[in-house]
Nanobody, 129 residues
Framework: QVQLVESGGGSVQVGGSLKLSCAIS????????MAWFRQRPGHDHEREGIAMIDDDGALDYTYMVKGRFTVSKDNAKNTLYLQMNNLKPEDTAIYYCAASASLDACYSASWSPAPFGYWGRGTQVTVSS
């Protein structure tokens, strides 16, 4: 099992940047598929996957954030990051860090939250114009 704690959220203007962190603790010796999801207002509590990184460092992004967001992981610090640039009002959401013990979750085109058994509590990001 792993425990996840997000930080770094806040309010920013359109075009600004934020860097989110996710501290990972617990069973960090085993490999996990790590991901960032978000839950936007008015989207019926849907958690949409936006970025994933597997244990070898391979990355994937949805079209919504590709070219603007960068996911990375510092294994020495057991921390997952999400650098968000050129933020837009539609990026306003609660951002969640998630982990899946099934590495196949990193290679699914569905971006489903279902395979992810470990979640942080989320951090709010608000982008205003």
């Amino acid at each position: 099992q792993v425990q996840l704690v997000e930080s770094g959220g806040g309010s920013v203007q359109v075009g600004g940047s934020l860097k989110l962190s996710c501290a990972i603790s617990g069973d960090t010796d085993n490999p996990y598929c790590m991901a960032w999801f978000r839950q936007r207002p008015g989207h019926d509590h849907e958690r949409e996957g936006i970025a994933m990184i597997d244990d070898d460092g391979a990355l994937d992004y949805t079209y919504m954030v590709k070219g603007r967001f960068t996911v990375s992981k510092d294994n020495a610090k057991n921390t997952l990051y999400l650098q968000m640039n050129n933020l837009k009002p539609e990026d306003t959401a609660i951002y969640y860090c998630a982990a899946s013990a099934s590495l196949d979750a990193c290679y699914s085109a569905s971006w489903s939250p279902a395979p992810f058994g470990y979640w942080g509590r989320g951090t709010q990001v608000t982008v205003s114009s």
